[in-house]
């Protein structure tokens, strides 16, 4: 499995971004995808996750904020992210797990090539 993020880049905050990560390659072995992000001096967290059933979970900084999606055959992830706060600056990264409820970084096999989101205040 492949992933493929964009849609990245430089935001005021209260402003938006949507967030696109492509799958490609053997897809049907994977059972959730995830949205992580690392802002500079920090580890990497959840953001948001979604599994093929298509229930969804969040970090709470991000609820009511954030919502994560799939197409219909699963090979694509996005993350719309609305009023965006400076707090929200990061690299984001998407996943892919063969888990079916994902609970952990360590159950995400797949990794994207992150794409960064800077927001300014």
């Known amino acids: 499995v492949q992933l493929q993020a964009s849609g990245g880049g430089l935001v005021q905050a209260g402003g938006s971004l949507r967030l696109s990560c492509a799958a490609s390659?053997?897809?049907?072995?994977?059972?959730?995808m995830g949205w992580y992000r690392q802002a500079p001096g920090k580890e990497r967290v959840l953001v948001a996750d979604?599994?093929?059933?298509?229930?969804?979970n969040y970090a709470e900084d991000v609820k009511g904020r954030f919502t994560i999606s799939r197409d219909n055959s699963m090979d694509t992830a996005y993350l719309q992210m609305n009023d965006l706060k400076p707090e929200d600056t990061a690299v984001y990264y998407c996943?892919?797990?063969?888990?079916?409820?994902?609970?952990?970084?360590?159950?995400?096999?797949?990794w994207g090539q992150g794409t960064k989101v800077t927001v300014s205040s």
């Open positions: 996943g892919a797990s063969e888990v079916v409820i994902p609970t952990r970084q360590s159950h995400y096999e797949f």
């Open positions: 390659g053997d897809i049907w072995i994977y059972r959730a």
């Open positions: 979604i599994n093929r059933d298509g229930s969804t």
